[in-house]
């Protein structure tokens, strides 16, 4: 025995008993050992001391860690990792059978169908990760075990987690090498520093071609020549070799075996359908966008050093003739049409999100619970609704743009979901936000919560925070994160308490350190590949800035670039980059989102009564006036106004954010939430403005919604914003502290009395979605009911008391007969007419019903008014570049 073993033996010796060496590689010596813990069998693979030491250890096993979580039939896990007087190991399952290379070595060639059937099984298994943001890098015959004939991925992540570690870029100083040359993409063999999924699909398209000939595409007497000979050649043809390989298998490996990776498949599962297709052939590719190239020459073997020399030289000039960029390309600058049944819905947060490459984007269109994500590829002509998506919000791609993230409000969930046709599945169901996320490099999502930034992994688990308000500079929100590609920063944008948009700052903060620091005044920002911190002001101007990543500072002056880029209410935007440098966003200017004021009869039939930019509504309780609440460039503040005609007045001035009116019972004065205080608390105002507004509760924590008893003596309200929201009660001049009605783990919202004051209707989650309940009143513990029948909101009570009004999760307006008694029964439920045309939310009733009960007033939404247009620019850097010029580091 080794000494390294030796000492290792001793060191772990409570935990594993090292019996044998099983085989030793590049980078590790495997030894098969017994697990005394869960008695047994297992790989336990010990770090070569001398590549541990270049590494830096506990770096290496901080990055491994990301590939624990892999559970995949064709994937051998991850059991244990650490590091035991100073030798670094990690631990797999022990396969008890043999690795292909072992069987290649033994049978040369595998028959045809084994071979795809082992290659399909292996792209699965590389279709799961590269989900997860994992690429393998380094696949080859020795890390794919068989295990009763069946494949199984090893050592996933071990090569990443060396790229990723303090010496990886040092590891070509010492001979070592994180791939194998036979297996190694051409961007491998060049050394690019971003390795993405379509490596791992050219290594197996490799492994698949050794296995039907018996050798891989390119040999050579050193790993030069044969990087030599994968930048300058082509593959000799598969049916030349082996006349009973199928001509779809053909294809299927030359398109994996593409020199440039935008021309091999999108993903590992295109690949392993392309094997599986017997009409597949190269055409089926080209068709779908992958360019033809001629076949560069065959080159000679290599006699002799000088003629390698010459070889090398030849290698990278063509390196550099496929992997360069080009000469500058044409900028194209055009609007995308979407047609009115496939339109950007209004909203708040960003609603627009562009792939990596560009090929692609998905946005909030049309569909249930306010709206879904749709997905519009660049070469479609019309654009496809994403299944499981209804109720989204501020949608971003993750960076292989095979997934997307996005927010559901009610409930409160980060989502993802994969464009290949799964359901979304839920990240976080609490301690997040929605005002905009990102996905970073280091495989996080990254999202605004109640007191900063946070993150969590794709695959749900611990939420970590980011950063944390700076009180002390009035700081309320950290919106709409951009990771920084090196994933040391995070960029954002910050607002302040009481401020308007044009107080908004872009801040950058530090990830190692969680220090954040503000970079220059805007409303939304993205850094861009091109070297650049782009960003848009509360104008709708965009800017960009030289900015240096490593650093994180500006490293030069801004310029403009264009005007009029749409910002909405509190300074929402549209606009997104891709990497690969498409910018897309929606035009019109710094407007507000333009709706009507809609009377709505019980039939459906619609009259327009106001146009403005409208949120939400209260009739007095008369009907004779109407107090709203309207966006403008101060914020949002309480209008009042005569019906059935007559001007609008405006009522509030102090602060930023006066909204969700709701009249006293003496129908004089409106009642309203405000943030001119250190939070949002209750003020009510003479309805004339012949008085100031005075406080009327004040709470610890945010009111959102308020309701008035018909006879004055209770406040209803809800206190928190989603997801953790309860609904209290209070007597103003009787209680000194208000009690709480419904208050549990789950959000209760949308709180409404009934006529007589006996029972309170609310939303609560607690059923998985939001549902419509009915309680007794005050004494809420007695009774509870449940009115809606497969999803609700927005309840309202009819003045007669004999309906309950709501909106159902299809967008139908329902009327729910209620007969009330000692005890309180629902009757017939009927559908009164198709509501998904007007303003709703989950969080707020946005609605009112008139004195007799014939008719509703809504707001129809129009949008960021008439002028907005999305804009597509093409080869965007390049104007970039002329315009700013290259950064200044």
């Not at 901080?62 to 100073?86: C, M, R, V, W, Y």
């Not at 600058?333 to 090929?359: K, V």
């Not at 990240?427 to 930034?453: E, H, P």
């Not at 927005?794 to 309950?804: C, H, I, K, T």
Request: glycine share 10%.
């Amino acid at each position: 025995m080794t000494d390294s073993v030796a000492r290792l033996s001793a060191a772990l010796a409570d935990r594993y008993v090292i019996e044998r060496e099983l085989g030793a590689g590049g980078m590790a010596t495997v030894y098969l050992a017994q697990d005394v813990r869960h008695d047994r069998k297992v790989a336990l693979k010990v770090l070569r001391p001398e590549l541990s030491a270049i590494l830096g250890g506990e770096r290496f096993l901080h990055e491994i860690k990301t590939t624990a979580n892999l559970q995949h039939p064709h994937i051998l896990s991850l059991f244990d990792s650490g590091e035991a007087d100073g030798l670094v190991f990690y631990v797999m399952p022990y396969v008890d059978g043999e690795s292909l290379r072992d069987r290649l070595n033994r049978e040369k060639q595998l028959p045809v169908e084994e071979a795809v059937r082992i290659a399909r099984e292996v792209a699965d298994a590389l279709e799961y990760a590269h989900q997860k943001g994992i690429v393998h890098r380094d696949i080859k015959p020795e890390n794919i075990l068989l295990h009763g004939g069946h494949a199984m991925v090893a050592d996933f992540g071990i090569a990443l987690a060396a790229s990723r570690s303090d010496g990886g870029t040092r590891m070509t100083e010492t001979g070592m090498s994180l791939g194998t040359p036979h297996y190694m993409s051409p961007e491998q063999s060049m050394g690019e520093r971003e390795i993405t999924p379509k490596a791992d699909i050219y290594a197996l398209g490799c492994v698949l071609y050794e296995m039907l000939t018996a050798e891989p595409p390119f040999t050579g007497a050193t790993a030069q020549a044969i990087i030599a000979r994968v930048m300058t050649e082509e593959p000799r043809s598969l049916t030349l070799q082996r006349r009973t390989i199928p001509p779809n298998v053909e294809a299927a490996v030359r398109t994996a075996l593409e020199k440039l990776p935008a021309d091999r498949f999108a993903s590992a599962a295109a690949f392993a359908e392309a094997l599986g297709k017997a009409d597949f052939t190269l055409a089926n590719t080209r068709a779908a966008g992958t360019p033809t190239r001629p076949h560069a020459g065959t080159s000679a073997r290599l006699r002799s050093a000088a003629q390698w020399v010459a070889l090398a030289a030849v290698a990278v000039a063509g390196a550099w003739g496929w992997l360069r960029s080009g000469p500058p390309q044409p900028v194209s600058r055009y609007s995308i049409a979407l047609g009115a049944a496939q339109a950007i819905q209004p909203g708040q947060g960003p609603r627009i999100a562009i792939s990596p490459d560009g090929s692609r984007f998905v946005y909030v269109g049309p569909g249930d619970r306010g709206g879904r994500l749709w997905l519009r590829e660049r070469d479609k002509l019309l654009a496809t609704p994403l299944p499981g998506t209804d109720g989204a919000i501020s949608p971003f791609f993750s960076p292989d743009g095979q997934r997307v993230g996005f927010y559901t409000i009610a409930p409160m969930h980060l989502r993802v979901v994969s464009l290949g046709g799964e359901p979304p599945v839920t990240v976080a169901d609490s301690a997040v936000d929605w005002d905009g996320g990102a996905w970073g490099t280091d495989d996080f999502l990254y999202s605004d919560a109640d007191n900063g930034l946070v993150r969590v992994r794709p695959g749900g688990g611990a939420i970590e925070q980011v950063t944390r308000y700076d009180s002390a500079h009035g700081e309320i929100a950290h919106n709409y994160p951009d990771v920084l590609p090196n994933a040391k920063g995070v960029v954002f944008t910050v607002w302040h308490r009481g401020a308007t948009p044009e107080a908004h700052d872009i801040a950058v903060v530090n990830l190692r350190t969680g220090v954040h620091r503000v970079l220059v005044r805007g409303v939304y920002a993205r850094y861009v590949r091109s070297g650049h911190l782009v960003y848009v002001t509360s104008d709708g101007m965009l800017l960009a800035a030289p900015f240096d990543q490593d650093r994180m500072e500006l490293t030069g002056p801004a310029t403009a670039l264009t005007e009029g880029v749409n910002v909405r209410g509190a300074g929402f935007v549209d606009l997104t980059v891709s990497s690969a440098g498409t910018l897309l966003f929606l035009s019109g200017g710094a407007t507000a989102s333009m709706s009507d004021l809609v009377w709505v009869r019980r039939d459906g039939t619609a009259e327009v009564i106001d146009s403005g930019a409208f949120a939400t509504v209260a009739l007095s309780p008369d009907g004779r006036r109407l107090a709203v609440s309207i966006v403008d460039g101060t914020g949002e503040q309480i209008w009042v106004r005569p019906l059935p005609v007559g001007p609008l007045s405006k009522l509030t001035f102090e602060a930023t954010l006066n909204f969700r009116p709701a009249w006293m019972p003496d129908g004089q004065s409106v009642s309203f939430v405000s943030s001119r205080g250190e939070n949002r608390d209750v003020f009510a105002q003479r309805a004339d403005g012949s008085s100031p507004a005075r406080l009327v509760l004040d709470q610890p924590d945010d009111i959102n919604e308020v309701e008035w008893s018909r006879d004055g003596r209770w406040l209803v309200f809800r206190r928190g914003s989603t997801p953790v929201t309860d609904i209290l009660a209070f007597r103003p001049g009787v209680d000194s502290a208000p009690t709480a009605v419904v208050a549990s783990a789950f959000s209760e919202r949308n709180p409404a009395l009934s006529p007589d004051g006996r029972w309170l209707a609310y939303v609560s989650d607690e059923s998985g979605q939001l549902e419509v309940y009915v309680r007794p009143f005050p004494d809420a513990a007695r009774a509870k009911w449940q009115v809606s029948l497969a999803g609700g909101s927005e309840p309202l009570w009819s003045r007669s008391g004999r309906e309950l009004f709501y909106r159902s999760a299809s967008g139908e307006f329902v009327a729910a007969e209620i007969v009330a008694g000692p005890t309180l029964t629902v009757g017939r439920q009927r559908s009164l007419f198709q509501a998904s045309g007007y303003a709703s939310s989950e969080s707020h009733r946005l609605y009112d019903v008139a004195p007799d009960d014939r008719r509703f007033l809504m707001v129809r939404e129009r949008g960021g008014g008439e002028r907005a247009d999305l804009i597509l620019v093409q080869n965007w850097f390049e104007e970039l570049r002329a315009k700013v010029g290259r950064r200044h580091d």
